[in-house]
């Protein structure tokens, strides 16, 4: 037989073993080896065989045998092959049927101990004889490369020949002298390869230095250095004593995960990597925790514990399905705190803006595609965490059981793409599309075809169907064609509904198996309706096609009118069910849609009226249960949702009454006893609230709060001669007195510690304008505080509105005498400086609403104090800038019956005083009060037309931002000027009435609110003036515009002015002032207004370049600057001192001289701040006169 060919026969031998197979010499294979001789083989002259004669005599042996077993050669250096010699173990030749060598058997009375396998066992008692041969030899003591060099012969070679080998080394180098060892050592090296060299030499620099140390030292310390470097760990010594198969040899690379940890470094200056808990919480860098907790070894830094976002990022792409679900369940929750703000001041940057940087959404959306279904519910919870704040929805649910509180916000992009952007959006990548709007991202990565798929197919846990329903909550948000999109995507709203919102109700009421709790499948989903009140919520369309297709309506009556101890859902789910079906009829009703349904529901509520009439109580020790806060929360909602019916009726026109008309009809037919079971209920309540003596509960105080609005609406809309008559009772028996009671009085010292305007808080900036957030935590996790526990606002809101309607509806209002806790006008007063960070957050729209009515019955009452009245003034111009869209009614009013307000102002102020300590013109301030109605009308047209009034009166998603800017008394004027931009405005007759009425508003704030007033930047109030300027080329040379011009710049010009500071709404002031100047040159005539204001940016203490822009290039400017000391807006000195230091000003001045274009009569001004400045320069520079050619 022949052996197998091997890689390393040549061509030759192959062939002449297929000719030997085909003549049929060879009959089977057997073990051989070829091997490719690098020279030809001969005997060698003294007689002794070489190595190579040897394997041929082996190679006939094996042809005449071919029964011998044979170990495997080994190849070193390529084709170089030392001293092998084949160890031959004869088997006995007998025929059998198998072709093939036996199998090797093992004795078995041998059986596995802490000495090794039973392999290993057998292998060395067969070597036993010959290693006692081998221990015979003499004992040598070699250099250390010598003894590293046998070693690694001994692993080639085996122990046996090695050993030979390396005792003939020996004796050979013993009787060597060291210059031939040398000499021969440079042979070896110049013949062997230099890449082979280096080879080793890295090698041996690779391997360590105790290694090389160990082999002089005796056997037992080499044992204790390994010993050393093996882990002591307490399982790895039991594993060695006990019988366990292949065990008693320790791979220590395998291991080293369980050896102890390294100590923990001083981490150098103030940041480090940021690591977290499972739970998602932010370790500290010197946290010692066990390693029991799992939050070791985990790549860098092992002696820290806990994961990093780029650890758990990549655990989450990990073949293992369980660490790809804690690496999600880790991320989700890190993100969960984000979103509350427990890491504002934890980072360098925000988290959330950063991971949308990195690829994170798209690394979200690869997890929904996982095979494992627990994977894609852990990847569906962090995509939810990663776009929404679960407390920030709660916060907006919560503010369900306040009056307007229906108002959702619209959470679109807040960064605007102009039309260039718009064209390439299609061509535009995920990643960089993430960065400008990440909802439109989710749905070109068909999130809406993954979740149908999800919740169809994978059919997950509560968890994860609650997560994908505020993923599409979040997407409804942002706007009205993404809530269209979810509309209609095929089959993903049936599945929802049919899967979430069941309306059997046979099976709702059917007790459920334990092991169904986590399983909402065929059980009502309480996110479902608030999914649907944000649809619901962008407009009429929407809300109708919900009800009509999917039976909304249908669904909600169930819930309302069914049974929450029968219903299969845990007690507080069934109760949340119920408030949440309540809120989404109230969000259809504010679209006119479920009138006739309310109608007909109506005979199942009422009985529920009567049973708070007699049940429900304000009394501290029963509202403080959750039981009574339930009642509360539910009886707001009934309330609200009958206040919201009775404002679409009679918005609609679909009611008929004596509502505008005859409204008998609705009011006594068909709710009949609703107003009379209200009042009951509102007389109960505060009659209970002014014995009180604990603080009202917030839960208490809503729902009296809700019955307020509930009335205030009705008898806004009843005309009826009895009307007026049951409105003063109610106001004058139950209103008045609880407005002045003990516990009102201490409910308004809570008004400062709740307020939104008045919060020192910082806003956040955890989100970023790709993804914007309704923010219900400020800087550092702080709850804004008007969402705190006990906020009183919406108590005193619905008092104030009902006291406005009284005022309005009777004519014996006018002797009441009106007390207003001293407290609320503490309120105001924190109100009157600069604007909060907090003024344009979402939630404080509500303080907003109680503003409101309180600021108008400030100016609608004539009972108040003069400095009361002048705050209230005040307070209107500041709170302005913080209404946001729906507001604008009420932005109106301000305008025109607080701001503008003639009979108000002269209630605040006195005018003989400020005229003489203001040193005022008595007749331009005459005027312009006499002419105040009309800057009401002016402004209220100009900012807010009424076309947009309507518009915004009844929608309910509304954008997150502020109506007005902070200088908007300033618009009229930037927006004539923004038009002259675009076509010329010569010959129009309105402009100079625009710019008229513009300043006499800036005149009469000026001078009567300068506190205000200034909250502005100076240089911003410069800027918007220019507008006068470059308006038109003659406004300014109009005397009337001229007469209120001066005495404002002179105002301004004693503020501090800083024109090296960014202006806001000014990309480079200084083309807006070479602007100015050119207007100058061409239109001005020379006018001292002109130049007096053009003059402003030159004061020494500007910086130069504005000096330089007209001295050095605009002499025709120089030339027609005729302005004296007596024009001038303020002192001289401002244009004086310090002195210029500047060389190629002074020059400039030096030569304006002496050139003609200024002079001493022509202009004074200019003539002498030049003589000025080069006068001073040249006493301190005399060698410098020659620069000047003086």
Known sequence: MAARPKLVCEEDELMKMQEEFRSGRITNSATSEVIKSPHTSHESTT???????????????????????????????????????????????????????????????????GSGSIFAQQLRKAKMIKDDEIAELPSVTLPPCLNQCSEIAKAVLGET??????????????????????????????????????????????????????????????????TEDEPEIREICEMKKSKWLHMNHVEKEKVRWMSSLPPLKEIPGESFQARFDFQGHLLAANVDLPVTAGLHHHGEEPERAGYS??????????????????????????????????????????LIPVLLDNGFLMLLRFCLDDSAPSVVAAALVAFSRFLSSPFDETCLERCYIWHLGEKQPNLCSRIQMDS?????????????????????????????????????????????????????????RHSSAVAQSIVDFPRLMDVVFNCFLPKDVTSLCTSQEQDRVNNVYGLPVRQVLRLARVIASWNAELATKLVVKYSLLESIKIYVAIDTVKLSLPTQEALLLVLDSYHTWRTLLRHGVGIE??????????????????????????????????????????????????????????CAGSCRGDHKYLHIKQVGGLREAVEICVAKWTWQLRKNTDPIPDSAGSLLATGIHLLATFYTHWIDPQAPSLLDKLCRSHILPLLHSEPMQELAKLLIRHS??????????????????????????????????????????????????????????????????????????????PPSCLSGNWFTRYELQFLHEFLMICAEWENFTPEQSRLAHQVALTAITSLGPGAEVVAVDWIRHLIFQKDFILRGFDLETSLSQLHLNETLLSTTLNGLSQLGNFYSDQLLPEESRNDLRTALTLEHRQVLPTDWIYLPLVLLYQRDLEKPLEGKTNIAETALFSLRAVYVLLFLQPT?????????????????????????????????????????????????????GVDDFIDLYERLIDQFEAVSYGSPLFAAFLLLPLQQHQPVRFRLKLWCEHPNALRILTLNDQQMLHSLDHWKEPTETNEVLLMKYAASIRSGTITSQRNPVLFGIATHHIKYYAERNPHSLDKLNL
């Open 47 to 113: 007689g002794k065989k070489s190595l190579f004669a040897a394997r041929r005599e082996m190679v006939e042996k094996i042809k005449e045998n071919p029964f011998h077993y044979q170990h495997s050669k080994v190849q070193v250096l390529k084709d170089v092959v030392e001293k092998c010699e084949s160890i031959e173990i004869k088997v006995h030749d007998q025929k059998r049927e198998n072709p093939f060598p036996e199998v090797f058997q093992r004795t078995k009375s041998m059986k596995a101990s």
């Open 161 to 226: 020949e090695a050993n030979k080998i390396h005792h003939e080394n020996v004796q050979k180098l013993s009787s060597m002298m060291d210059k031939d060892i040398l000499h021969e050592q440079q042979q070896l090296l110049q013949t062997l390869d230099p890449k082979l060299i280096a080879l080793l030499k890295n090698k041996k620099k690779s391997t360590s230095s105790s290694n090389q140390v160990m082999v002089e030292n005796p056997p037992v310390k080499e044992i204790s250095k390994e």
């Open 309 to 350: 976002i780029n650890e758990l990022m990549l655990l989450s792409r990990s073949s293992k399905m369980q660490q790809r679900v804690l690496a999600l369940n880790t991320l989700a929750s890190i993100l969960e705190n984000t979103r509350l703000g427990i890491f504002d001041s934890c980072f360098e940057a925000p």
């Open 420 to 476: 260039t952007d718009q064209e390439q959006e299609a061509e535009m990548k995920d990643n960089e599309m993430s960065r400008v709007d990440v909802i439109k991202v989710c749905l070109r990565m068909d999130i809406l075809l993954r979740i149908r798929y999800i919740f169809e197919e994978i059919r997950p846990e509560a968890p994860a169907v609650i997560a994908g329903l505020e993923i599409l909550t979040r997407m409804a």
């Open 597 to 654: 349904s309310f109608l007909e529901f109506y005979p199942v509520w009422f009985p529920q009226l009567q049973c708070y009439q007699s049940s429900i109580s304000m009394d501290s020790g029963y509202s403080n249960s959750s039981n009574a806060r339930f009642s509360h929360h539910l009886g707001s909602s009934l309330l609200l949702l009958m206040e919201a019916f009775l404002s679409a009726c009679c918005t609609s026109g679909s």
């Open 756 to 833: 939104n305007l008045s919060s020192t808080l910082q806003s956040c900036s955890r989100f970023p304008e790709s993804l914007p957030s309704v923010c219900a935590t400020a800087m550092g996790g702080e709850l804004v505080p008007i969402m705190a526990s006990s906020s009183p606002f919406p108590l005193f809101t619905s008092i104030f509105r009902l006291l406005r309607i009284w005022k309005d509806k009777s004519a014996s209002v006018q002797v009441v005498d009106l007390t207003i806790p001293s407290s609320c006008f503490d309120y105001l007063a924190n109100l009157t400086g």
């Open 1012 to 1064: 205000w007033f200034f909250h502005v930047q100076p240089t911003e109030h410069y800027a918007r003036l220019a507008c006068t300027f470059l308006a038109g080329n003659d406004l300014f040379l109009d005397k009337t515009i001229s007469d209120y011009m001066w005495p404002i710049l002179r105002k301004l010009a004693r503020q501090h002015l800083d024109f090296s500071r960014p202006v806001s």
